[in-house]
């Protein structure tokens, strides 16, 4: 399998942290501005890495949001109650710190090669590296037909809608809402199931490649119906996240 | 390094000392899903598990061969690359030495090889002496698919990504020939002890 092998050392280096702004409901936005970065491939992602008084560190990973045309990177960070990065990445960093960090990592999950169709398909903040592959995307004439599929819990949950408003027309992006809409919503609502798939996403006849990214059980749920719809496993990447689903 | 982030005091469980790799934390009760793509799902009757290569003669064991195979338990902690790692896992198998024990062979290193196209490569020096299990049971229940059911490969002294999901075999090797993430930019040997998580860590 050909690989974009990297061979150098990664180093972790401070980053200038711009802004800390509010995404969503419980999702913050990181705009950054690492000293040492040549770049990343949409869907890549950096390691961050806290440092308490006295040497303790906690390290994560978070998947860019921002395209490699902008400048700096952004990340789109998802607060999570119990966790102990997040809380401190979307409640105590504020503009003017520095943050460590290193990448980019991961070669994989990225933007597939090519002018085929691409289908992506998002739950929750899995949608983020694919706020980066769309506005590569965009920034590099926007040929290709992408269809991007993504499950929020509300509206109040949704990342990206600025972004995501303001596509080329090779773009179609649907959202569905879990847990309730607003009033006048005229987007979809329910989880994602082979029924949703089979009705908003590009059929498998026209193999697409297919990204899907999001909560562990969102992604088997995906993955699982994208294969009985006859979709071939060889066009499906998947990155999953959480710690949850029990073995 | 005498960096320190702003107003960060970490908030650690309570691990004791010595069980957690540099940069890991303990995730606990929960137990990640990471894999690259869909979950491949492999009938037990179409199910085997081969040992080929560089090797006198090729292996295979039908999994109703594996299921007699010598068992053994383990208890061992596990550490991924993305940082987490679980502490006291719980698993039942077959030693890779038993796999291996009449293999003559001139081969260094492995490529375990999986269902749904994915490989990784080890020293074979890593998976022979009680180091290595495929395994397909865990905590007391069959292995789950998402977890790598049937059977995985187990190495817990290296990052998970080597105790690869869904196993099928081991290809021994003279040289040592990269795997999946090996390929994107993913340490080679993959230690977290010493925190080799990418390309030259």
């Known amino acids: 399998m ?6 150098r050392r990664l180093s972790w280096q401070r980053a200038d942290v711009l802004a800390v702004q509010r995404e969503a409901r419980r999702a913050y936005r990181l705009s950054l501005r690492p000293p ?8 890549q992602h950096v390691d961050v890495r806290l440092t308490a008084e006295g040497g303790y560190t906690a390290q994560r990973s978070y998947s860019i949001a921002s395209a490699p045309q902008q400048p700096g ?37 990225v933007w597939p090669a090519g002018d085929g ?10 949608v983020v590296p694919f706020l980066s592959m769309l506005g590569h995307h965009r920034a590099t004439g926007g040929l290709r037909q992408v269809r991007l599929l993504y499950s929020a819990r509300t509206f109040d949950d949704l990342i990206g809608q600025a972004e995501l408003a303001r596509q080329p027309s090779t773009v179609e992006v649907t959202v569905t809402l879990t847990r309730g809409a607003p009033a006048g919503w005229t987007g979809l609502t329910g989880r994602v199931d082979a029924r949703l798939l089979a009705e908003h996403t590009i059929p498998p006849a026209q193999e697409p490649e297919v990204l899907a990214c999001g909560p ?32 | ?87 006291d896992t719980r698993w039942e198998g077959v030693s890779v030495d038993t796999l291996l024990a009449d293999v003559v062979t001139a081969a260094e290193f492995v490529v375990a090889f999986s269902d749904g196209g994915y490989t990784t490569n080890l020293p074979l020096a890593d998976v022979t002496d009680g180091q290595a299990w495929v ?23 290296l990052y998970l990504w080597k105790s690869a999901k869904w196993v099928r075999g081991l290809e021994l090797t003279v040289e040592d020939e990269p795997g999946f993430w090996e390929s994107f930019g993913y340490h080679n040997y993959g230690d977290p002890w010493r925190e080799q998580r990418y390309a030259g860590d």
């Open chain 2, 135 to 157: 395994v397909d049971n865990y905590d007391g229940r069959p292995l789950a698919p998402e977890h790598g059911g049937p059977a995985r490969l187990l190495v817990p002294h």
């Open chain 1, 117 to 126: 169709p691409v289908q992506l398909i998002a739950g929750g903040s899995g």
């Open chain 2, 1 to 87: 390094m005498s960096f320190v982030s702003r107003g960060f005091t970490g908030r650690r469980r309570a691990v004791p000392a010595g069980r957690l790799p540099p940069g890991q934390y303990d995730v606990g009760d929960g137990f990640p899903v990471l894999s690259a793509g869909p979950t491949p799902y492999t009938s037990l009757d179409r199910w085997d598990f081969r040992v080929r290569g560089q090797v006198d003669e090729e292996r295979r064991w039908s999994w109703a061969e594996f299921q007699k195979l010598p068992r053994e338990s383990v208890v061992v902690d596990v550490h991924c690359v993305t940082s987490w790692s679980k502490l």
């Open chain 1, 36 to 43: 040492d970065w040549s770049g990343h491939l949409p869907g």
């Open chain 1, 73 to 109: 990177i952004e990340l789109i960070v998802e607060r999570l109650e119990d966790g102990e990065v997040s809380p401190y990445l979307t409640e105590v960093l504020r503009a003017g710190d520095l943050l460590e960090l290193r990448g980019p990592f991961g070669g994989y999950f």
């Open chain 1, 2 to 7: 050909a690989g974009t092998a990297i061979r």
């Open chain 1, 216 to 247: 562990t059980g969102f992604v088997e749920a995906v993955a699982n119906a994208l294969l009985e719809l006859g979709h071939d496993p060889i066009r499906i990447k998947t990155e999953r996240f959480g710690a949850t689903g029990g073995p």
